[in-house]
């Protein structure tokens, strides 16, 4: 049973361009986090989905960011007009239901030039 | 506003030591989580604690709780190399994902 996959694992980006981040859960899992780590920091909640739904987006920044996690297919987190201070690294988690244990992912470390 | 301070920040031992890390929160909390994180990985789930006075082990980890005084610690018997990383608590209020973390602990073990 394959873990959480994110990829990529590396992302560079010049400052204004877009970067896509996906992750796939595990299997079985319908619930999927996403989360934000600066470096020498913990981890920053930013959005809660479950198949096709948004359930909480209370830590994504208002602009610029989407995510959306389609019927078929991976989650997508989008950071429109990248600037530098979105160089971090991303972690999705998947759960197969609220409440429960959370799976995380390897990370996609951003990198904004 | 909930906080979760860990100490210390970063910690080098020997092989052999023994040694505490501390994390202390600001509020109630139903759970306590501990993660391991080795360099450019993903967390790894150690310890979830439910209850006041909860303690787990395994191998050479051991993680307690206590509510009353809002703190967790994480016992390091006999370091070995190979728990070199960085060691995160985190805290929940409601839910499993809104957790809030601390600054975690960067543990070097040299042999």
């Known amino acids: 049973n394959a873990g959480v996959m994110q990829n990529p694992r590396h992302l560079v980006r010049r400052r204004g361009q877009e970067a896509r981040l996906r992750c796939s859960p595990m299997k079985g899992h319908s619930h999927v986090y996403w989360y934000r780590q600066l470096p020498e920091e913990g981890l920053k909640f930013m959005v809660y989905?479950?198949?096709?739904?948004?359930?909480?987006e209370s830590g994504m920044p208002k602009e610029r960011f989407s995510a959306e996690f389609p019927k078929e297919g991976p989650s997508i987190l989008r950071i429109q007009q990248v600037v530098r201070g979105d160089s971090a690294a991303y972690f999705c988690a998947s759960s197969p239901n609220y409440n429960s244990p959370l799976h995380f992912g390897n990370g996609t470390r951003l990198t904004v030039t | 506003e909930l906080k979760v301070e860990q100490n210390p920040l970063f910690l080098s031992m020997q092989e052999g030591k023994n040694y505490t890390i501390y994390c202390n929160y600001s509020t109630t909390s139903d759970r306590l989580y501990w993660y391991r994180q080795d360099p450019g990985k993903s967390l790894e789930s150690l310890f979830v604690l439910l209850s006041n006075g909860a303690v787990k082990q395994e191998g050479r980890l051991m993680a307690s709780l206590d509510t009353k005084a809002r703190l967790s610690t994480l016992h390091i018997t006999a370091a070995v190399h190979d728990l070199s990383a960085t060691y995160f608590c985190?805290?929940?209020?409601?839910?499993?994902?809104?957790?809030?973390w601390g600054a975690g602990t960067k543990l070097i073990i040299k042999p």
């Open positions: 985190a805290v929940d209020m409601d839910s499993n994902y809104q957790l809030i």
């Open positions: 989905l479950q198949k096709e739904n948004i359930i909480d």
